[in-house]
């Protein structure tokens, strides 16, 4: 704890905020009885805010172990919930509502399924949060799954997937007659005393902690600014994130899990870590001297130099966040940013002061710092894209028919509306307004139908390049198809014009 403390620690943390670019960074560590606290840098650039513990930060899917641990409290209580356990069907629990395609996948998904990502279901979040006269609401996102596609047989293999996070909710507002902010606030933050978390950012500004709000930021590499902006609120992705707290309060949760504490029981933390999919295919995947990363239910569990470490990221737009405990060392941290590289700070940071606890001296310790950028740059020189740049560089064909053919509204059951318009004489498409908002430009490979879209999500980075295509009939497009998540496309029909 004495590390925490020191001058290299803190100069630690802003070298790494300015690498980065994190405006501003929170940190709590536990350790045994002795908890540290700090804020770094400001929670606004406009005006000037400093950033501290007490600063509340959108933390993503770091949020996931409490709706994994809300759907646990559900399992424990065989006297009002006997039908909910692990391996029951979903489909049973939740008739007429979830229902999926594919043959057997309504029959034979389970809690536990849903829990660990190994649903055969790819992550669909494109989909998610279409802003109509109607909003989406986790009822809705459970009966919009028989309109999705699954790419994989089920238990096959893990697919991360932030829509089953978000059924698990609907699961415990029917079964508890509670929304499922007000189940989190009966159940973890009450007793907890995290009295400054809530579900959604309305949720926080209507209890007067709007002033308390960290502004997420984006950081424009080629202009050398940050573009700011506000939370806000997605009652179709609670679940999956959208949980606003601060480290002051969310170290209280840590705590909870890691030494079973009310309303944590024995019962309720093996349910939670159990280790159910291993998250990658390559085993060779992964962090110096640790084992593979296994998810067990709203967390992920690997081994670090003999030891236990259990814990889960964040990212979402404008914020970064981690939470992490050693069980063996009492040892335990939450760290969120308000920029979306916060979580590779966040990393950085929990492995060098899980070095410190465990001892390690400082020439056999990894360069973390290395680790996380190498990593990065692994995950930007995708194989698939350079091939795809390689045929824009040296085989696309001109476009010869008018973009105009192209322009109109296209429809998907499971995706909704997708407008193609035209921008900077390109075929492109708005979608900037759902949960996981995206833009799509389109830049044309051969024979009028094929086509390379630039996918960008408003995120740093470079944008993801993604094949698509289109279906003719009479000179007229009829059908668009685009591979969000990989292979089959989705295919969206063209809406006849009134």
Known sequence: MDYLNSPGFHSRVEKLMQKYHVPGLAIAVTEGERTFSAGYGLASLDPPKPCTADTLFDIGSSSKSLTAASVGLLVRDNDKYPDVQYETIMSKLLPEDFVMSGQGYTEGVTVEDILSHRTGLPRHDDHLGVQAARQDDAQSVTRNL??????????????????????????????????????????????????????????????GLGDRIATGYYWHKETGRYTGFEPLNRPEGQGAGWVITSVNDYIKWVNAMMNQEHPIDEEVYEGLVKMRTLTTEDVNERNPLSSPVVYASGLEVFYYRGHMVIGHDGAVSGFGSKHFFVPDFKLGGAIFGNAVNAGDVAEIL??????????????????WDKVVTDRNLKYENNPGEEEMRRVLREDAQPQKMPLSAYVGEYWNPGYKGLTVGIKDNKLFIDATDRSFGFSLAFDHVRDETEYIAHLSDLKPGPEALIPAKFMFENDRAIKLGVEFDGPPLIWFDRVEEA
């Open 146 to 207: 028989r309109n999705l596609q699954v790419t994989a047989p089920l238990r096959s293999k893990y697919m991360y997937n932030n829509i089953m996070y978000t059924v698990a909710t609907y699961l415990v507002e029917k079964k508890s007659g509670l929304t499922f902010a007000d189940f989190l606030q009966n159940y973890f933050f009450g007793p907890l005393g995290m009295h400054s978390s809530h579900l959604q950012p309305e949720r926080s500004r209507s209890f």
């Open 350 to 367: 929990s492995q060098e002061l899980i070095d410190e606890v465990l001892g390690v001296s400082l020439p056999e310790r990894p360069d």
